[in-house]
């Protein structure tokens, strides 16, 4: 827990206190969720605060146990990434706007029902269906941090597109990009395909919109901090390590001869000839960081690759 970032790590937390807090709750006869979750916004029940707290209660094991194992996998990559403060806003913007999207949803369930049992039905009687079908209302409630984690997943394609991932059961490690389009054309097929199914599909469809819109105007304001360099850093580091251990042997024959060579041109070329070698390997170097930037790690070749670990040994 203590290489968690802290963000993350108090989300993690909060969460799991909150769910245990129900299931204790339960055994005296009292439903948390029922206070925390989300109503609907016609729903006697309905409170504005639940825009907020439905985030922290959860219908079940498996419901908590996948959320929060995405929020660890995800959620501390893109909190090294922005920091902790715009983490937490962009998770919460996220959360509430997964919230707001379900609103909407239940309302146009709610006018398609009325619509079609009730003859002659219009917007100015909704009130007066709304209160007499208070109790089956009170029962369309929303549960979970869904909507914030699809969001953190659509960051994470976002700001890393390129890195390649392994999702069970398939063979081959997809990227990211693909991975979020992926979930997200998951989710648009069976929020028009299913009903009843228990899922607030619509939820994560929110989370994921609101979380691109505010991602696409950090990125047009650079200035208030938008960036990847702290996550950049973990993903380097995990490669470094691992090449390190992958290419020790053959580097420590191939970086004698270059030391060797490179002792032997410093005694016979000129200054000018070696300043003008340095300026040429600084900018090499300065170009595949720039390929970096644009497409990934991954998109450099293995010379590339090598040159970049050259350098950094020096």
């Known amino acids: 827990m203590q290489n968690i970032p802290t963000v993350t790590r108090s989300l993690l937390i909060a969460n799991v206190v909150v769910f245990l ?45 996948f959320n929060m194992f995405a929020l660890w996998m995800f959620g501390g990559i893109v909190e090294r990434t922005w920091g902790p403060r715009k983490f937490l806003f ?23 029902i009325a619509s079609n ?24 409630t929303t549960v979970g941090a869904s909507g914030a984690i699809y969001g953190i997943l659509l960051a994470f394609g976002m700001l890393y597109p390129e890195e390649r991932m392994f999702i069970f059961p398939l063979p081959v490690p997809i990227k990211a990009k693909w ?39 950090w990125r047009r304001h650079p200035s208030i901090g938008y960036g990847r360099r702290g996550g950049q850093q973990f993903f380097d580091s995990l490669r470094s390590s691992w090449e390190r251990r992958t290419n020790k042997h053959a580097n420590g024959f191939n970086s004698s001869t270059r030391q060797s060579n490179s002792s032997a041109n410093t005694r016979s070329e000129s200054d000018w000839d070696y300043n003008a070698r340095r300026k040429a ?16 790690y991954d998109s450099l070749t293995r010379e590339e690759k090598q040159r970049l670990f050259d350098n950094s040994r020096k």
């Open 281 to 296: 390997q600084q900018e090499e170097v300065d170009r595949i960081l720039d390929k970096i930037r644009r497409s990934g």
């Open 21 to 65: 807090a129900t299931m204790l709750m339960s055994y005296v006869g009292l439903d948390l969720n029922r206070v925390l979750g989300l109503h609907f916004i016609l729903a006697p029940n309905f409170q504005a605060y639940q825009l907020l707290t439905y985030m922290f209660a959860h219908g079940g094991w498996s419901h908590i146990f």
């Open 117 to 140: 049992n009730l003859a002659n039905f219009n917007i100015s009687q909704t009130m007066l269906v709304a209160e007499a079908n208070a109790p089956m209302l009170n029962s369309w």
């Open 90 to 112: 962009y998770y919460m913007v996220c959360g509430i706007g997964a919230g707001l999207f379900q609103e909407l949803a239940q309302l146009g369930e709610f006018y398609y």
């Open 179 to 217: 991975f979020v389009v992926g979930y997200a054309a998951i989710e648009l097929f069976m929020a028009f395909s299913t009903a009843n199914d228990g899922v607030a599909h619509i939820a994560h469809l929110g989370g994921m919109v609101f979380g691109f819109f505010l991602i696409r105007y």
